[in-house]
């Protein structure tokens, strides 16, 4: 084995770099961990409840392991951190429907991580929903899905 290879295979390990092959973090997986950092951090708090309910999310749906998913939840409070407006992080969601229902399920999923929907959380998520393309009605049924659950 080179020592390129060996520098490689240890970064990998360490969670350095993702084994995965092409661009890590796919764009659209980032943009949506991007939109649930920023809805978890929209009313000054992020807690520990959002913090796992968003790393089992990414976990879930977008990354093979868990120690990937609190990376890629890393990059996405980094991306947070830059952007000024929440559309400039739906432009980086994948445009088919699928993609979209997920992006405003686990919004409303990780809003309501810490037993409660506040305001400012709800106006971000139908704000959110609303620009993804739903009517209020597809909105009302996503949003029942996740706020029912324990």
Not at 11 to 32: C, E, Y
Not at 51 to 58: C, I, N, Q, V, Y
Not at 123 to 140: E, H
């Amino acid at each position: 084995m080179s020592f390129v290879r060996l520098l490689k295979s240890a970064a990998i390990f360490f969670g350095f770099r993702s084994a995965r092959q092409g661009p890590w973090p796919d764009p659209a997986h980032l943009g949506a961990t991007t939109l649930l950092v920023h809805v978890a951090r929209v009313d000054g708090r992020f807690s520990d409840a959002e913090r796992r309910r968003l790393e089992a999310a990414a976990h879930a749906h977008f990354c093979r392991s868990a120690r990937e998913a609190t990376h890629l939840v890393r990059h996405a409070q980094a991306l947070d951190d830059e952007i000024n407006d929440v559309s400039e992080i739906l432009e980086m969601i994948g445009r088919g429907e699928d993609d979209r229902r997920r992006a405003l399920t686990l919004a409303f999923a990780v809003a309501s991580a810490d037993g409660a929907i506040r305001e400012i959380e709800e106006n971000l998520v139908w704000r959110v929903g609303r620009l993804l393309g739903f009517d209020d009605d597809a909105i009302t049924a996503i949003r029942e899905t996740q706020t029912a659950q324990p």
